[in-house]
């Protein structure tokens, strides 16, 4: 069974300031990452993936996550916070291993992500 | 900048009714995925469809659930007799191939009363 833990319920960051939301997961095979952005009354948005390759990942609004296989970890990160970005984040998980079917995203818990001016 | 669409936004039914849900995935998209997020917990997995059939569920969905793609463009889940319990927001999305990212639309809010 897959995982992912999401340890922090708030992130509080000063505007300017680098962030960064932790993930952690837990697969069988190897893992295929996203992070996902969801603003209020909104859907999910797309940030950023890994699947193979490089370890740190550009995504999109200047997020990068760095993939950790020792630590299997996968937190995302951003050099300098802006207002904007405040919302919920939330990180997902899916086994490459897990069959050949379309197999679904595991997610977190999410994490609140508050950018103070 | 194509998008998933979801129609209702929100839905109240009474308990026991039938709902259908309706999703209108990205058109070139071949893999199709509904979960759904209970207020203020995660969103959770509940079927995958592609080639005309269920590719993976979870135990949420059990035999109260049923997608289809009646048309060749809407993705519907129906729950026959709904719960007090489903009261959610469910999240259409859809995926160009298996190994690709999903991208989710906007969320339908089923109330059940």
């Known amino acids: 069974a897959q995982s992912v833990a999401q340890p922090e319920d708030q992130v509080n960051v000063a505007e300017g300031n680098p962030l960064t939301v932790k993930c952690t997961y837990s697969?069988?095979?190897?893992?295929?990452l996203f992070w996902y952005v969801q603003y209020p009354n909104r859907g999910l948005q797309f940030l950023l993936k890994?699947?193979?390759?490089?370890?740190l990942v550009k995504g999109s609004y200047g997020f990068e996550a760095e993939f950790n296989k020792s630590q299997t970890s996968f937190h995302l990160k951003k050099p300098s916070a802006l207002v904007s970005d405040s919302a919920l984040y939330f990180c997902a998980v899916r086994d490459i291993e897990a069959g050949g079917g379309a197999d679904g995203l595991t997610f977190g818990k999410g994490t609140h992500l508050i950018i103070q001016p | 900048e194509p998008e998933v669409t979801q129609t209702p936004s929100h839905q109240v039914t009474q308990m026991g009714q039938e709902v259908i849900l309706r999703c209108v995935p990205i058109s070139n998209h071949l893999y199709f995925y509904w979960y759904r997020q209970i207020l203020g917990q995660k969103v959770e997995f509940l079927v995958s469809f592609y080639n005309n059939e269920i590719s993976e569920k979870s135990e949420i969905f059990d035999d109260q659930f049923s997608v289809e793609r009646p048309d060749g463009s809407n993705f519907t889940l129906k729950i026959r007799s709904t719960k007090l319990e489903d009261s959610a927001m469910y999240f259409c999305?859809?995926?160009?191939?298996?190994?690709?990212?999903?991208?989710f639309g906007q969320g339908t809010r089923l109330t059940v009363v």
């Open positions: 890994y699947i193979t390759g490089d370890n």
């Open positions: 999305a859809s995926s160009r191939g298996v190994y690709t990212e999903a991208f």
């Open positions: 697969v069988s095979g190897n893992p295929y």
